[in-house]
């Protein structure tokens, strides 16, 4: 066997708590600072402890933002983890374990255990593992050392001298199995990486929320939305946030509202249950025009379903939830630049347009992280808040769609909302043929100014197709790879914005010859969005929705079989 | 500075001989009184006959979704946490729908002020029984009498750790006043549960009924007891009226909180220095 | 003047609680005695007391299910009544009124406050109302008398002479004011009207839960949905029927699927919000296959809106609510008898396809009522329970989608229902790529099901058409009149089945040269279903969103113009 | 009869060491104890760790939504009354989520054992605040520190009117046992919250901690004092274990149901007699 690896694939897999999850810090953060482009997924079962998670690594030397395929090397830390995840290796893949514990052929042997155990403490073997890949990888050891000594700097010396041993161990070890499996591993390290930072989906719409000038979250925690709320209140005290975990979701919205209400920029953080208890509070938002952003990270459902795995099945939800008729916009970020990008951007819309506006994401997408440039930083963002005069009317129907909004306590005015029908004023009228409909048309009015401003889906690829994949959301870079290995003639169009569709992206859809539609979900929720909205027909999907995300190569056979 | 201040001049939807028109009167006359001031004032309500009663102040509110007033108003405490708030609202609201809303905010311990329309019935829709419908009434739905054990909001409050516990009543206009003064004043959550004769609605508890039924908490009460104020929550016919319990020097809500450690600027007066998004990109390089 | 009517309008109107609901009463139900076709409609203001509420009776010959017109005849009982209908009158309208009271010019004089008093209470003046209708009609005012004889039958004698005088005095001076008036109706009387119900809407469906074999009711009041809730409540006891106000409608959902799961057949009624509150709850009947019925009777939104108005814009909500994906029914009644069939048919559906089943009505709907013939008895529905033998599953794949249900206690098996993706015997898993999609899939299935039983849409009118009128739910009654009139090469197409929509209803699309879609909303949700699920476009739309329900003669002008 | 019948053999997706395992061991042995027969004995819980408990007994269980056991237990008690019913789940389930529920069924008084895995914290979502968690305590989102007031579920219980409330703790088998037991054969609603270590994420209330912290009521203790009762629910460390109140002989929920006046036979297998259609439509012309 002599293959030789310029782009790598690492799975590492065993009980919740066993070593999994530190080892692929230590990992991705130390080569990150080698230099090395990183990416990671991770896929884990809805318990605290046992059971079996994975969590894969790609390290390359080209920028890498999603996984291409099974795993070119795989350590199971337990049989289990062996016995659930051979089946989707590859005849090349290499195993690597701990052989008094996964006994099984073909593996080659790395007593983590013992040695750690050796070293002092079992909790070594997640460093045991990394400087095994290090090691196989040919990664500088002297890198990973560095990186121990300042991610223990303020640990106890014998702590720092034993992480090095066991990463000296692991190293050697790495290397004498590399040497045996003739594997080649070539990866270039790249200066900018170094540069770039390694964050996560949750982390990109927390920094997006800071960005957009975000100073308030409420939220119930609810996986995957529990990561943004907890990023931010990571950050809280120096960014000065208000975090207040609620009593219920339903409070959570109301809150957020209330805040809202009284000038705050609010955020909350929820999964598809928590979301369908906010739908009353959407209306509310809808009605009183009060502003609100709602990050949803969508999880396979219906109810508890999948707490901990990863759908696009909530979309039909976040359209159409809440009882009568009012606008919104719902922006789907496919990387974590888009990530951050469109969630401080959510701010502006439901500030401006006085409207909620949700973020939808999902598990893959807040779970996933790799090493991206930072992030743009803007100045602060603009207020549309007005002072109120003492003959303020909160819906003046004066700028149409668009009442100037004030606060309480901004100025001599009052401030009167009504979540009943109402008023200029806010008061509530049963005035049915005049200022009832009036207020009607004035929210009416904003679905079309929503569209007006609604982002233009991104073409990748050349121009001059003839094959247009469309997809939304978290698909983006997993598709991107593989539409981009399909060849001439093919692009891929994705929306990063799902709701309202701008008009123009139908241009996109007249000039393909045949279009594929590719959703992590099981009744083709946004085909039916899009076709309905534009006046086409998707005659193709491709779908997935067993609770993970496409896989690259997996999409990349798949879309060779619809073409 | 009189009533006019606050009051103003509107078609008030409730029917001809309610509590809630005492309530109202007691209002105004407590809140100048106090000598609030409008641009520092906000009222919070739910859904509700009770509910409608911030429209009939000349004040700024936020008039919400049935039972969710108070998140409502815990969300603007915490963008603003100088703004005097009233959440006024019926018994259905507060203790029913938002029954969950009511002990968790409790907990929370915001300088808000509750108060409570408890007419023991729900109003605008046309009389079912609430959580504080008395044992045995009958109404449309409970065509056989109610039988769930009535909800005792002085005696859950004060159980919650509620700071200010009190019941007034509709028709006692100076005491009632009194007591609305000092939650008002009150720092911290203040429930003042007040009697409302329905006179649409609820056929047993009457404006003679609560007159009839009612004691004054004498001044020998320890405020301060906890267990004394249960005791004295859970006595009925008659009924105390007064404070049951008052404890101070809690630290609230929007005071524990960080951003209001060394400022109590509104959060839409801040604006964020951008550096804090350099320095957390710069950690996680 | 001289008009001879044969089917007469009259419209009360005046302070909520000022006698307009008891002259409504009594004049109905003593019409209806007498043999006449009525109809009655009411639109009220939200509050107790006080405002401007008015109430539409229409008396005919023919069977009448809906109102046509302007009132010939129009009563209001105070001023502000007076001025808030005059604009709708017609010309010929006539205006009977207490002069005194309401100070305007071409009104004939009643005085039935000093009539009422005289007789020695002012809660008289309804029936000096209703008698003088009685008088202006020729109704026979012995039908009348009988009539207040058996209603206040157990009441004290004076109460009775009373009031009776009060019929008389108002008789006289009816047919004085018609002889003024030179109005001439002429309004036969049948005999079967006699025989027949006179329900409301309301009453329909209760009775149709009953006839379905609901055992059980548990709501949170609210306005329109309370309707139900209070006819059921009010039956309970005769009909062996439990009956729970629950706290809030998070529990009422979750309680209804408690009582489902442990073999009851129950039912909900609510309106927007509360159904928004009940959003988890509707996932969580679709994943653990609990059936559950929920009658949801729509008002105008968002968040409180116009709570005791009328509107179809919860259609979106009801299609969609609830994260995830699994399959349900929605029935939207457009008379009585579909609401008693529907009902009924609600409940086999659940119970059958153990999914969650919608009767969508409106206010309109609720409140309006009519003559019409007995409902059909049925014999008690089937029963679709099995008992579990000791090695029962209930998510037992053998059966395809629907796995046979037992309940706790029914058999030594036992009944394992779980929130959580599960296995065949209900519990977790995370078996991805096996049990999980069997699931998944299994669940799926019933979209295909639920589709093969859709109802077939009615067509009004002939095969023979041109132009096709395309309505849903309440919206019937209204738009058969009016289309009625359009003349020839005109047909109406009315869906009683909103959700899945028969296939076979295209064919009516197809041979339409034109189609027009009647909807009470501003969003045309049900046009945006259609067009989506039977890929056609509807190009052209009737909408009124005011709070109000057509009225056919509005209609009829409506579709002159459009057509 | 021994645990087999109860026990059932399956992954079970708890932490080592978690007082969970106890509450498990507890619930077998006093199930047996009691000799409850499976076809007429039924599970109800919400979403968290301790939810899961059902799926770890080899019972009719439905486990629905997080929050959401009471009401699902209240329809099943609704449509069967004969059935043996208890709600297993964790505090934040129960007293956040869930705590309107919590409250109300309490005023229904329907014949349920509510047994609640009290570990002071958010377990499955990963060690955020429940409303149990004390004062103080730093988690992931409260990262300075817990500022609200705790629940106390035994005073709120009492307060509310449960006719059977304890404290039991997983650590102290043979009492809890014994309390388990009472609570089951109480007719009303009976809570029990045990204390219970989550190794995993409280760092404070350990099995030490709870064992250091625990004192048994002594049998002197007057059940039925209500005040009483709440007196001794106020004190902590130590904490009381034991029956803090206990009442017999109140009307249940299904008992007061019409339906179940004169047989208690669930509502499955009856059959509506259609004449009642009838009869009301007969009125009805
Ligand atoms: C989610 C929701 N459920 C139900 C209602 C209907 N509703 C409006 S007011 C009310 C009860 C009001 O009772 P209470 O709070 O006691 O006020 P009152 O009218 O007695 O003053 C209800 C059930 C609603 N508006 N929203
Ligand atoms: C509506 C909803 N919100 C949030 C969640 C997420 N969630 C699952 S379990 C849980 C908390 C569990 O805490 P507790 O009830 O104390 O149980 P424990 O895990 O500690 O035993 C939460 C918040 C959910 N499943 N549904
Ligand atoms: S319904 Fe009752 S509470 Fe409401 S306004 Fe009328 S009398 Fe007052
Ligand atoms: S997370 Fe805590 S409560 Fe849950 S199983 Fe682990 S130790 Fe027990
Ligand atoms: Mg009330
Ligand atoms: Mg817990």
Same mark, same amino acid.
């Given at each position: ?88 290796l ?12 996964v006994k ?14 050796s070293?002092?403490?079992i ?6 593992v ?12 002297e890198?990973l050392?560095s990186?121990?000594a ?19 161990v ?14 080649? *591993? ?5 200066d ?11 982390e ?18 609810m996986?995957?939305?529990?990561g943004v ?24 919205i ?11 920029r ?9 979301f ?13 025009e009060?502003?609100?952003v ?7 459902g219906?109810?508890t ?37 469109l969630?401080k ?21 807040t779970?996933?992280?790799?090493n991206?440039p ?7 963002p ?11 009317k ?41 200022i009832?409909?009036?207020m ?6 904003k ?5 007006? *401003? ?7 690829g050349?121009d001059d197709?003839?094959?247009l ?6 698909a ?20 990063k914005?799902?709701?309202?569709i701008?008009?123009t992206?139908?241009?996109y859809?007249?000039?393909?010859k ?12 946004f ?37 | 500075?009189d ?25 105004l ?5 106090l000598g ?5 004032l ?8 009770a509910?409608?009663?911030p ?12 039972g ?6 815990s ?5 603003n946490?100088?703004i ?24 929370r ?17 046309k009389?079912?029984a609430?959580?504080t ?12 009498g109610?039988?769930?054990?009535p ?18 009543a ?13 939650a008002i ?7 003042v ?30 405020k ?33 909180l ?17 550096d ?10």
């Open positions: 066997m002599n293959n030789t690896i310029t782009d790598l694939t690492i799975m590492l897999a065993g009980e919740a708590g066993a070593g999994v999850q530190s080892t692929e810090a230590i990992l991705t953060s130390a080569m990150k600072k080698a230099g090395y482009n990183v990416f990671a997924t991770k896929e884990y079962m809805s318990r605290v402890r046992g059971g079996t998670n994975s969590t894969t690594i790609r390290i390359s030397e080209n920028r890498i933002c999603n996984q291409w395929g099974a795993p070119d090397i795989f350590i199971p830390f337990d049989l289990a983890a062996y016995t659930r995840y051979k089946p989707e590859l005849e090349k893949s290499i195993v690597i374990a701990d052989t008094k514990i099984a052929s073909n593996i080659f042997h790395l007593g983590f255990n013992d040695t750690s155990l070293i002092g403490n909790i070594y073997a997640s460093m045991v990394a400087g095994s890949i290090a090691g196989l990888t040919g990664v500088d050891l890198v050392k990186y121990i300042k991610q223990f700097e303020t640990k106890d010396k014998k702590i720092i001298a034993d992480n090095i041993k066991a990463a000296e692991g190293y050697e070890e790495g290397k004498k199995i590399a040497e045996q499996a003739g594997l080649k *591993i070539e990866i270039k390290n790249n900018y990486v170094k540069d770039d930072i390694l964050v996560s989906g949750s990109s719409i927390a920094l997006g929320a800071l960005a957009g000038g975000c100073d308030a979250v409420f939220s119930y925690p996986t995957p939305g529990t709320f907890t990023t931010l209140a990571n950050w809280a005290k120096k960014a000065g946030v208000v975090v207040e975990q609620v009593e219920d979701e339903i409070g959570v109301n809150m957020a509202i209330g805040a809202w209400y009284a000038g705050a609010a955020i909350v953080s929820t999964s598809g249950g928590g369908a208890l906010m739908t009353e509070g959407l209306s509310l938002s809808g009605m009183t009060t502003p609100v709602i990050h949803l990270a969508q999880r396979p219906p109810a379903g999948l707490p901990t795995r990863t759908e696009q099945g909530d979309l039909n939800l976040a359209l159409y939830a809440g009882h009568g008729v009012f606008a919104r916009a719902i922006f789907a970020p496919g990387n974590l630049e888009q990530g951050y990008e969630t951007y959510a701010f502006d819309v439901a500030d401006k347009y006085q409207s909620p506006v949700i973020v939808l994401t999902d598990q893959y997408f779970d996933s992280y790799y991206t930072g992030f743009k930083i803007y100045s602060p603009e207020k549309y808040i007005v002072e109120a005069k003492e003959e303020y909160r819906y003046d129907l004066k700028e149409g769609s668009l009442s100037p909004r004030s606060v309480p306590g901004f100025g001599v005015g009052r401030v009167c909302v009504d979540s009943d029908e109402h008023d200029e004023s806010g008061r509530i009228t049963e005035e049915l043929n005049g009832v409909l009036k009607k048309n004035k929210r009416f009015g679905f079309a100014l929503l569209k007006d *401003i609604a982002l233009v889906p991104d073409l990748y050349s197709y003839e094959i994949f469309v997809c939304w959301g978290s983006l870079t997993t598709a991107l790879e593989a539409v981009k290995k399909i060849g001439d003639k093919v692009s891929l169009l994705h929306f914005q799902v709701y309202p701008a008009q992206a139908l241009n859809f007249q000039k393909a045949k279009i594929v539609m590719i959703e992590n979900n099981q009744a083709y929720q085909k039916n969005l899009i076709e309905h909205e534009l006046g086409i027909k998707i005659p193709s999907t491709i779908l997935k929705y067993n609770g993970l995300q496409f896989i690259s190569d997996e999409l990349y056979r798949k879309m060779k079989e619809v073409i | 500075m009533r006019k201040y606050f009051d103003i001049a509107t078609d008030i939807a409730w029917c001809p001989g309610c509590g809630n028109f005492g309530i109202r009167n007691i209002m006359d407590a809140m100048v009184e609030l001031s409008k641009d520092k906000c009222f919070v309500s739910g859904i509700g006959q509910a409608k009663a429209h009939y102040y000349d004040v700024s509110y936020f008039n919400g979704l049935h969710r007033a108070l998140p409502v108003a969300g603007i405490k915490a963008a946490p100088d005097k708030l009233i959440v006024e609202s019926g018994d259905g609201d507060m203790y029913g729908e938002g029954g969950n809303h009511f002990i968790h905010t409790i907990r311990n915001p300088d808000i002020t509750v108060i409570v329309h408890n007419n023991m019935v729900y109003g605008l829709t009389g079912q609430s959580p419908t008395q044992k045995g009434m009958k109404t449309p739905i409970q065509t056989e109610v039988n769930s054990i909800l005792n909001p002085v005696a859950l409050a004060i159980t919650m750790g509620a700071t200010f516990v009190a019941r007034g509709a028709g006692d206009k100076e005491k009632t006043k009194e007591i609305i003064k000092a004043m009150h720092k911290g959550f203040a429930l549960d007040i009697f409302q004769a329905c006179v649409s609605f609820n056929k047993v508890n009457t404006h003679k009924w609560y007159k009839e039924n009612i004691v004054i908490i004498p001044d020998t009460h320890p301060d007891d906890k267990v004394k104020a249960l005791s004295l929550a859970f006595s009925e016919s008659p009924w105390p009226l007064g404070i049951f319990y008052e404890v101070n020097g809690f630290k609230t809500f929007e005071d524990s960080p951003v209001y450690e060394h400022s109590h600027e509104p959060l839409y007066k801040r604006t964020r220095n951008m804090i998004l350099r320095e957390i990109m710069n950690q996680k390089k």
